[in-house]
């Protein structure tokens, strides 16, 4: 059965942020990616921009969000959607914030250093 407990997803850490994998190819998923992002209070997020469609919908907290040249301030219940190419930061205030996050196999994310990544946990 294609379940995927809780207790099994596979924790990853960058940038003081913590990602908990469920689907990806790794895990048997054939088209979509999904994870748990949680990014402590007070963290200033990293400036990146990705190849494929991110969905956030954020579950706790809330978070300044910039995409391109809009910020907005986003909350619990609030859905982000990121498309390929604008640069994306999520920064976080007072308080800390989580978000399930859902995108196509194949993402990449590019960060301000020029460096390319495959993020661990979507593969």
């Known amino acids: ?11 990853h850490e960058m940038h003081g942020t913590t990602f908990a994998a469920y689907a990806a190819p790794s ?17 200033a997020g990293v400036p990146h921009t990705v190849t494929r469609e991110e969905v956030l919908c954020v579950t706790s907290g ?7 040249d809009e910020t907005c301030d986003v909350a619990v219940g609030d859905v982000i959607v990121v498309p390929p190419g604008p640069r994306f930061r999520l920064s976080t ?13 194949g993402l990449r994310a590019s960060l301000p250093d020029g460096s390319t990544i495959a993020p661990p946990w979507s593969l």
């Open 62 to 68: 809330s978070a300044r969000v910039t995409l391109g």
């Open 27 to 43: 895990r048997g998923s054939a088209e979509l990616c999904t994870w748990r992002v949680a990014i402590p209070a007070e963290t």
């Open 93 to 105: 205030g007072e308080e800390a914030f989580a978000a399930w996050v859902t995108t196509s196999v």
């Open 1 to 11: 059965m294609p379940v995927i407990p809780v207790a099994e997803a596979v924790v």
